[in-house]
């Protein structure tokens, strides 16, 4: 396994979002990855497995394995396109939430998350009285 320490977010070492990204040949058990999420010590780790011609992402925190980070996607691109895939301005991961494709354009990566069906949630009295409630306290 290597592993990387990316700040998303920012051109400065030090600075922005940082996260840990492990990339590895198979997957370890679970219980390895967090306990290597929390020995990090940072808010997620991202672990890649590449598997045919596929990148298959997933994240952890100290606590869980969660369904998506941003920025810890996009510090993943940054460890697979400038130290695996040289060639390439765009990679795919497999993940959870579906594939993520983040697209380097000079030295930006933008990335396009995935889209949810929306639906109505009615507003019920109780959480009416809830949000009126908070706001007299302030």
């Not at 290597?36 to 596929?54: H, M, P, Q, R």
């Not at 994240?59 to 980070?69: A, H, R, S, Y």
């Not at 040289?86 to 933008?110: P, Q």
């Amino acid at each position: 396994m290597r592993q990387y320490i990316v700040d998303a977010f920012t051109d400065k070492v030090f600075s922005g979002n940082p996260a840990a990204v492990c990339v590895m040949d198979r997957w370890p058990e679970e219980r390895w990855m967090m306990q290597v999420a929390g020995e990090n010590n940072l808010s997620e780790t991202a672990f890649i497995v590449k598997e045919d011609s596929d990148y298959h992402l997933r994240w952890f925190t100290p606590g869980t394995e969660v369904e998506l980070c941003g920025h810890a996607t996009l510090a993943s691109a940054f460890v697979i396109l400038n130290f695996y895939d040289r060639s390439s301005d765009k990679v795919e991961f497999d993940t959870m939430s579906g594939r993520l494709t983040v697209t380097r354009r000079k030295n930006l990566y933008e990335m396009d998350f995935p889209t949810y069906e929306l639906r109505e949630i009615p507003v019920t009295d109780d959480m009416e009285a809830a949000l009126f409630a908070v706001s007299d306290i302030q």
